[in-house]
């Protein structure tokens, strides 16, 4: 069975969004286009990561180029996308690996999610191995989402990204751990209960 590869060029949407209530959300990454979704789930920390990574890279994108790259500064606010995963959500696979890249020629950022996967070996040497050869098999590897955006478009993602990571519960001003809203055990109260 050949990998399974989802590829959206240019898609009508691509975000990060949430399934739940805070302190219970599940996240995705999702993208649509021609009548077709694909929803992938992946931690918040992955989440996080990855749209710091595509404000990074498309900072970088603009500096090497003196200023002439097709990308805005920050995402322009015609590009707000609030609107809610389209439902039903349905989860083509966990995400393990994430990758991006600028097509210089094409001027457009590169995002690839690849499925997680279990690999067993007796060294660390040998999983290494084992990942290098499993990432670069393009006829058995795991399946893998691959989005291609423009400059605008990605910007426009990791805003709403970060957007997502931090709508979750407040921090409680004194550890900075998540409040419930039924409150918490503070440990700089001396585990004492702290009302939200």
């Keep these: 069975m050949s990998r399974q590869v989802f590829f959206y060029d240019l ?26 979704t694909t929803s992938v789930a992946l931690e918040k920390t992955q989440v996080a990561a990855l749209a710091e990574r595509i404000d990074e890279l498309l900072d970088e994108v603009v500096r090497r180029s003196g200023g002439s790259a097709p990308v805005p500064a920050v ?3 015609e590009m707000t996308d609030t609107a809610p995963l389209e439902s039903p959500v349905e989860e083509e696979f966990r ?5 991006l890249a600028w097509d210089g020629e094409d ?6 999610a690849q499925a997680l996967v279990e690999l067993e070996a007796d060294s660390d040497e040998d999983l290494a191995d084992a990942e290098e050869r499993l990432l670069q098999d393009d006829e ?31 921090p409680c001003p004194l550890c900075s751990l998540p409040l419930d809203p039924e409150g918490h055990v ?10 939200a």
């Design 140 to 170: 058995n590897g795991p399946p893998m989402l691959r989005v291609r955006l423009t400059g605008t478009m990605a910007r426009a993602f990791a805003k709403r990204a970060l957007d997502v990571v931090n709508a979750g519960r407040p």
């Design 75 to 77: 995402s322009p606010s």
């Design 95 to 99: 995400v393990g690996t994430m990758a």
């Design 11 to 36: 898609p009508d949407r691509f975000v990060a969004g949430t399934v739940g209530l805070p302190g219970r959300r599940s996240f995705f990454l999702q993208a649509t286009a021609g009548g077709r």
């Design 107 to 112: 001027e457009r950022m590169i995002v690839e």
């Design 186 to 195: 503070c440990p700089r109260q001396n585990g004492y209960r702290r009302d």
